[in-house]
């Protein structure tokens, strides 16, 4: 298998994760009745952008472990609920 191929089969796994991620993000912040501006202002951001963007994929965007740990206590859940 060329490297190219290996390569591009590991971007879309990647891909996958951070769509996966981001769906159940958004699942468990709708299951706690959290709106993504109280998420956003929980976690420490004046603005909506960095979670309604990686709940979504949107251009690539993606939560980072640091913004996952960050949710997980906030929502009191987990952080491996989020990779289910």
């Known amino acids: 298998m060329s490297y190219s191929r290996v390569f ?6 990647k891909e996958e994760l ?10 468990y ?6 709106s ?5 202002l929980l ?8 979670v309604s963007s990686a709940e979504i994929y949107y251009k690539g965007k993606h939560f980072n ?5 960050k949710i997980s206590k906030i929502l009191k859940i987990d952080i491996c609920y ?3």
């Open 18 to 27: 951070y769509i996966k991620i981001g769906k159940n993000v958004a699942k």
């Open 29 to 34: 912040r709708k299951e706690a009745g959290i």
């Open 36 to 40: 993504q501006l109280e998420l956003s």
């Open 43 to 50: 976690m420490d951001y004046k603005s909506i952008s960095i």
């Open 8 to 13: 591009k089969m590991i971007e879309e796994s």
């Open 82 to 84: 989020f990779l289910k």
């Open 65 to 69: 472990l640091e913004h996952l740990l």
